[in-house]
């Protein structure tokens, strides 16, 4: 626990009664003061996956640490929890070391920027930013190493440390972190950029308790905090019930031949409170896949999850965390002993929401969602160009978004709402690539009442010679369809060779080297369908074609006949019979085949070696 907040105003904040409409003011002002923050960070960073992508999360916390608006939950719990110093006006405090903050960040890349917002020689709040860096140091261009078999493998692990002492720099240390990155120039951008975020936040924060007072300004986040807390009781009482629920997805591998890797969870409600508990999970990998789940973290997942389903329009943030326990196993997947690597954390991360999906979902199977783009697949490209500098690209892919109730899923789509793709253009102008292909997946989407959002495919066409690292998922298992739809199509990654030659890669591979002229096939999976395909209406089966997002073949799913560009109704309608009537009653789930059908199918499929079986029951 840190030691102290030291304040020269020492006189206590108090809770008072707050009019409604300053309530409103407030929230829009602290709303708009968060949304600020990525304002400043995307005009001043460097790297693209900041600048252009948007790798980062915002959040303004009441001085307890707890999250009153952000894109995602708090993690300076966790943090004050494992930070052993004194906390002073001024100061700017880095990190990025999971073992060493309770998991308030899941891997070395994500650095953590934390500020104690002070007016008046008194603590009020905290602000906070992490944005992902392209590089941290470690075995590989791009820090996220496949083969890693422990955390001093990945880059420098900065434990929590003051970058700033009392608004000093601590250039001596600035300098050190800097030594020991591949691209201390993006780095140096990035880390100067969330410092200016947070400090933006912190400038707005003591604007808004100068017009209102003190006591009015963390009165107001209290309020806030309870809003959110009324909200989401609500929430678990509607979807949380109280005799247990069980669902179980996989992480295809590891990268190193290991795999499948369940996540298990059983959830139920006792009283006010849920329960997650993830019992059944399979043990810590012996690579990078691992995934330090902080409690706090996944608290943070299932209320962003329940209110985007239930109503965007509840502020999200810390209110509601002590109307949810979690229990992780010590030593499993999720909560891995150190010093267990956690560089390849993503494919867990993702993994979770979809687990949450299926547990959510039996029992309001109308409002539940596919499976779908549950991750952030990475492509890395380095080495010198022409010029002999040194290039470092690090990209992530987006995919298929699962059907929906309200619809189809979106084709090309990130897991992550906020982020953008980086333009084409800005991939061509800063690295040796051309984009020569760049459009949805035909048929990848799984058939349903509400069709799975096609993948996407990225040609890379490689202009010099260097490494390529792909991170990518569901390449064994499929994304799940549900109540009658259709599972998604699985990824591929193809290389094919300046002589012509082709060679399908693992999808989780590094250190492959590259010729100019090759061309990488970068393909990502599609989301499940969701409904009954036969019932979607034929005259949207044939405007997906028209939009080459379905092929004539593919209407066949659908049980959708379609013949000179026009639907044949009598074959559509005795197509639609007879599938019907071989598929019998429609599941809750498709999954495309149990883990030893899939296992089996591999040996059907030349490019796919099955990976070994290891902790999975």
């Given at each position: 626990?840190?030691?102290?907040?030291?304040?020269?105003?020492?006189?206590?904040?108090?809770?008072?009664?707050?009019?409604?409409?300053?309530?409103?003011?407030?929230?829009?002002?602290?709303?708009?003061?968060?949304?600020?923050?990525?304002?400043?960070?995307?005009?001043?960073?460097?790297?693209?996956?900041?600048?252009?992508?948007?790798?980062?999360?915002?959040?303004?916390?009441?001085?307890?640490?707890?999250?009153?608006?952000?894109?995602?939950?708090?993690?300076?719990?966790?943090?004050?929890?494992?930070?052993?110093?004194?906390?002073?006006?001024?100061?700017?405090?880095?990190?990025?070391?999971?073992?060493?903050?309770?998991?308030?960040?899941?891997?070395?890349?994500?650095?953590?920027?934390?500020?104690?917002?002070?007016?008046?020689?008194?603590?009020?709040?905290?602000?906070?930013?992490?944005?992902?860096?392209?590089?941290?140091?470690?075995?590989v261009p791009g820090s996220i190493p496949i083969n890693a078999e422990n955390i001093y493998q990945e880059g420098i692990?900065?434990?929590?440390?003051?970058?700033?002492?009392?608004?000093?720099?601590?250039?001596?240390?600035?300098?050190?972190?800097?030594?020991?990155?591949?691209?201390?120039?993006?780095?140096?951008?990035?880390?100067?950029?969330?410092?200016?975020?947070?400090?933006?936040?912190?400038?707005?924060?003591?604007e808004i308790a100068e017009r209102f007072g003190d006591d009015v300004f963390h009165s107001t986040m209290e309020v806030m905090l309870d809003r959110n807390k009324i909200a989401m009781q609500a929430i678990i009482n509607m979807l949380v019930p109280e005799d247990p629920r069980t669902f179980a997805d996989y992480i295809c591998d590891d990268g190193v031949g290991n795999g499948p890797y369940k996540i298990q969870c059983k959830m139920w409600r006792e009283g006010d409170k849920a329960i997650f508990d993830f019992e059944g999970t399979s043990e810590q990998a012996p690579s990078s896949v691992n995934f330090y789940l902080n409690e706090d973290m996944f608290k943070m997942f299932f209320g962003s999850f329940t209110i985007n389903l239930i109503d965007p329009q509840i502020l999200f943030n810390d209110g509601f965390y002590d109307l949810v326990e979690v229990r992780i196993p010590q030593g499993s997947l999720l909560k891995p002993n150190f010093p267990a690597a956690l560089s390849g954390r993503t494919h867990a991360l993702g993994r979770i929401f979809d687990v949450m999906g299926g547990l959510l979902g039996q029992g309001v199977p109308e409002a539940m969602n596919a499976a779908g783009f549950s991750d952030s697949p990475h492509f890395f490209y380095s080495g010198y160009d022409d010029n002999g500098e040194w290039f470092q690209l690090f990209q992530i892919g987006f995919g298929g978004i699962p059907g929906r109730p309200v619809g189809d899923g979106l084709d090309g789509h990130s897991l992550w709402p906020g982020f953008t793709n980086v333009p084409n253009e800005f991939l061509e102008a800063y690295f040796p690539l051309r984009i020569e292909k760049y459009e949805t997946i035909t048929d990848s989407g799984g058939?349903?009442?509400?069709?799975?959002?096609?993948?996407?495919?990225?040609?890379?066409?490689?202009?010099?010679?260097?490494?390529?690292?792909?991170?990518?998922?569901?390449?064994?298992?499929?994304?799940?369809?549900?109540?009658?739809?259709?599972?998604?199509?699985?990824?591929?990654?193809?290389?094919?060779r300046a002589d012509g030659t082709q060679e399908y890669l693992p999808a989780k591979c590094e250190n492959v080297e590259v010729k100019k002229g090759d061309v990488l096939y970068f393909n990502t999976w599609g989301g499940g369908g969701w409904g009954d395909p036969y019932q979607r209406d034929a005259a949207l089966v044939l405007a997906d074609v028209i939009r080459g997002l379905v092929s004539v073949e593919g209407a066949k799913r659908y049980g959708v006949v379609i013949v000179d560009g026009n639907v044949d109704e009598k074959a559509t309608e005795a197509l639609r019979g007879d599938l019907s009537a071989k598929r019998g009653d429609t599941q809750l789930f498709d999954f495309g085949g149990t883990i030893e059908e899939l296992t089996a199918r591999c040996k059907e499929e030349t490019h796919l070696d099955a990976p070994q079986p290891i902790g999975v029951s």
């Open positions: 626990m840190f030691k102290n907040i030291i304040e020269g105003n020492t006189t206590p904040l108090e809770i008072v009664e707050v009019e409604s409409v300053t309530v409103d003011i407030i929230e829009n002002a602290l709303r708009n003061a968060r949304e600020e923050m990525d304002v400043v960070l995307f005009r001043t960073a460097m790297s693209p996956g900041i600048r252009e992508q948007g790798d980062c999360f915002p959040m303004i916390a009441n001085r307890d640490g707890k999250m009153v608006v952000g894109q995602f939950g708090s993690f300076i719990h966790g943090f004050m929890e494992a930070y052993n110093d004194d906390i002073e006006e001024g100061d700017v405090i880095l990190t990025n070391d999971p073992y060493m903050c309770n998991g308030a960040v899941s891997h070395l890349p994500d650095w953590i920027v934390l500020v104690p917002i002070f007016k008046d020689q008194r603590h009020i709040a905290w602000s906070a930013m992490f944005g992902h860096m392209s590089d941290n140091g470690g075995m692990r900065i434990p929590p440390t003051k970058l700033y002492k009392k608004g000093v720099l601590q250039k001596d240390i600035f300098d050190l972190i800097l030594h020991n990155v591949r691209t201390p120039q993006w780095n140096k951008f990035d880390l100067n950029a969330l410092v200016a975020a947070c400090n933006t936040a912190s400038k707005r924060c003591i058939a349903g009442l509400h069709r799975g959002g096609n993948g996407l495919s990225a040609a890379y066409r490689l202009l010099c010679d260097g490494k390529i690292a792909i991170h990518d998922e569901r390449w064994f298992t499929y994304p799940w369809g549900v109540n009658g739809g259709e599972p998604g199509m699985r990824s591929t990654k193809l290389l094919v």
